[in-house]
């Protein structure tokens, strides 16, 4: 069983051991966020539009998804939400897997990074 912060860590429980532990896999720290506001970072809010997490079970490894987005913000609010209206000037995804699942952030490597800048999109689409 496990409980997810997609900010923080993973906690981990074999309910099914004789005598169930709980530990917990920390997740990579989104440092360029943390670097905003002078340092002071910035509030993260919900995770759920920006990062992810799979057990993939015939690789028998975590795999984690990151999204670092630079954006601005524009005068006024969604119409239907009533949310802040931004604009995303570009982005960074980046994938990790981790196979140990231990405390360590050592576990973490990563795979794959895409940034929206590699994109080329042929003038003829556009």
């Known amino acids: 069983?496990?409980?997810?912060?997609?900010?923080?860590?993973?906690?981990?429980?074999?309910v099914l051991d004789k005598k169930p532990s709980i530990w917990?896999?920390?997740?990579?720290?989104?440092?360029?966020?943390?670097?905003y506001n002078d340092g002071m970072g910035l509030e993260f809010?919900?995770?759920?539009?920006?990062?992810?997490?799979?057990f993939i079970r015939e690789e028998n490894c975590l795999k984690f998804v990151h999204l670092e987005s630079v954006d601005r913000r524009l005068p006024g609010y969604d119409k239907e939400t009533g949310n802040p209206l931004f604009q995303?000037?570009?982005?960074?995804?980046?994938?990790?897997?981790?196979?140990?699942?231990?405390?360590?952030f050592d576990d973490w490597h990563e795979e794959f990074k895409v940034e929206s800048s590699d994109i080329k999109i042929s003038p003829a689409i556009s």
């Open 45 to 54: 809010g919900s995770p759920l539009q920006r990062r992810g997490i799979a």
């Open 88 to 104: 995303t000037d570009k982005w960074v995804l980046t994938t990790f897997r981790n196979r140990k699942m231990t405390g360590s």
């Open 1 to 14: 069983m496990g409980w997810v912060d997609l900010w923080r860590e993973i906690l981990f429980c074999n």
């Open 24 to 35: 917990g896999v920390p997740l990579p720290v989104p440092l360029n966020e943390l670097s």
